[in-house]
């Protein structure tokens, strides 16, 4: 008898640490995360449809669907002169979110011809909110938040992009 009651007394406690155990840990509010450094693998050239160039930009690309997904996310930031440029294979309305980026883009959007389609100003840093195209695109260009205001980009002007292989 004594032997049953001590059993019952374990499997008592060891039932009770497991529930204890798992309601008292902690989960991180944020995800940690190795710094990621930009890499320039482009040169990126704004172009007026007049033909003038507005800027250039050093760029990192984005072609695979894993950086298609990741983007600059868990990033602290990039210089005015860096942007990320999303290569697709095909044109159509993309859409794009804030998750898990730490500063504020403007997002960029141009057809499969490299033409200029809309942007999304000064978006909010961790936002879920989806921040469409208003056109297809194929080619997604992301800088530091309002950046793309001086640069006056209106149809017909577009993009040239060179990569560094």
Not at 1 to 21: D, H, V
């Amino acid at each position: 008898m004594k032997c049953g009651y001590l059993s019952l007394i374990s499997l008592a406690f060891f039932t009770g640490s497991l529930f204890t155990s798992c309601e008292d840990e902690k989960k991180p509010d944020e995800i940690e995360t190795e710094e990621i450094s930009f890499t320039k693998e482009a040169e990126l050239y704004l172009i007026k449809a007049s033909g003038d160039t507005i800027e250039k930009l050093d760029v990192e690309l984005a072609e695979t669907a894993y950086e298609h997904q990741t983007g600059l996310m868990y990033r602290d930031g990039m210089e005015d002169n860096q942007g990320m440029l999303f290569v697709y294979d095909d044109e159509r309305v993309r859409s794009f979110y804030m998750k898990n980026t730490y500063f504020s883009l403007d997002i960029i959007y141009f057809a499969g011809d490299s033409t200029y389609v809309s942007v999304q100003e000064n978006t909010t840093p961790m936002s879920e909110t989806s921040l469409p195209s208003e056109g297809p695109t194929q080619f997604v260009l992301e800088v530091n938040g309002g950046l793309s205001a001086p640069w006056n980009l209106a149809e017909g002007d577009r993009i040239s992009f060179t990569r560094l292989d």
